[in-house]
């Protein structure tokens, strides 16, 4: 039976999960899925406001 931790390992092996943090217990992982905002952000520049 896979953990869910191997399960997000797994995921974010693959390229399907974004993972932050340092994975302590003061700090630990947190993962998301990739947006279309990413690309900016690992640019350090904000996202451009979308309008309705």
Not at 16 to 28: D, N
């Amino acid at each position: 039976m896979t953990t869910l931790y191997q399960w997000l390992n797994h995921a974010f092996a693959r390229k399907l999960l974004r993972r932050e943090g340092q994975g302590t217990s003061t700090k630990p992982w947190r993962y998301r899925l990739e947006n279309e905002d990413d690309a900016n952000w690992d640019r350090c520049e904000l996202p451009p406001i979308r309008l309705p």
